[in-house]
């Protein structure tokens, strides 16, 4: 009789589940011809942007094109991309475990060397941020070497003190904050929404690297954490 009950609740629920696959399918076809279209219809390569930029590069206040792109031309897109690794890193924040049993700390040596390794991490960051004014470089290439060092971390089961966990929030929202405020600040001296003032704009575009710095290089670390680092990693399950 159960038997029997349990075949029937399944054969009620397998047309709802072959709809919702269906309709999967269907979306992910809609977006892919959507992405093909869009592809084909680009128009054919022009230099016109790349002259565009060539000619504004001197009030940029970067000798980088990309740098001038990103953070002066088309600021829009970097700061809303900023703040889409915000909200990413708070949705893993707000969907991550509340307790975790604390792993076993790794080896001394591990430890030695991983102190070692840390500054030259640090020097590497901040040489390619710097560079990111005449040269590939800038923020993100920093921030993810410096993720790279959180990592190295988290995965070493580091233990991170009260005043390291609690700068957390700051160090999250510092790179889209900074950004923000220099957008307004811009638009109080009289100007428009990320327009820098010519004698200003390099010094503002390297405060606006430095604090988007150190949020990808938090923001990254927690992704691949999945967690606030409140203590060691990996955590331990139940059964060993």
Do not use: C
């Not at 990103?70 to 700061?79: E, I, V």
């Not at 591990?110 to 590939?136: D, E, S």
């Not at 390291?164 to 009289?190: E, K, N, R």
């Amino acid at each position: 009789m159960q038997h029997s009950k349990n075949t029937n609740e399944v054969d009620r629920t397998r047309p709802i589940a072959l709809a919702r696959k269906a309709i999967t399918a269907l979306v992910v076809m809609a977006l892919t011809g959507i992405l093909g279209w869009t592809v084909w219809t680009l128009p054919p390569y022009s230099d016109r942007m790349q002259n565009l930029v060539a000619t504004h590069l001197p009030i940029s206040g970067v000798e980088n094109p990309v740098t001038a792109v990103l953070l002066n031309f088309r600021g829009y897109d970097t700061l809303l991309e900023i703040g889409v690794l915000l909200l990413a890193a708070v949705g893993v924040l707000s969907l991550a475990p509340t307790q975790v049993v604390p792993a076993e700390t790794a080896p001394q040596r591990i430890q030695m060397l991983l102190l070692r390794l840390l500054p030259f991490i640090v020097i590497v960051a901040a040489y390619l941020l710097w560079v990111g004014k005449y040269a590939p470089g800038g923020a993100f290439q920093a921030g993810a070497v410096l993720a790279a060092g959180g990592v190295l971390l988290v995965t070493s089961a580091v233990r991170f003190n009260q005043l390291t966990i609690q700068s957390i929030p700051i160090s999250l929202s510092i790179g889209l904050l900074t950004f923000l405020a220099v957008a307004l600040a811009t638009m109080i001296g009289g100007g428009n929404f990320l327009q820098y003032p010519l004698p200003w704009a390099s010094m503002l575009i390297l405060i606006i690297e430095a604090a988007a710095t150190i949020s990808i290089a938090v923001i990254l670390t927690i992704l691949f954490l999945g967690r606030k680092p409140d203590g060691e990693y990996p955590p331990k399950t139940n059964g060993g």
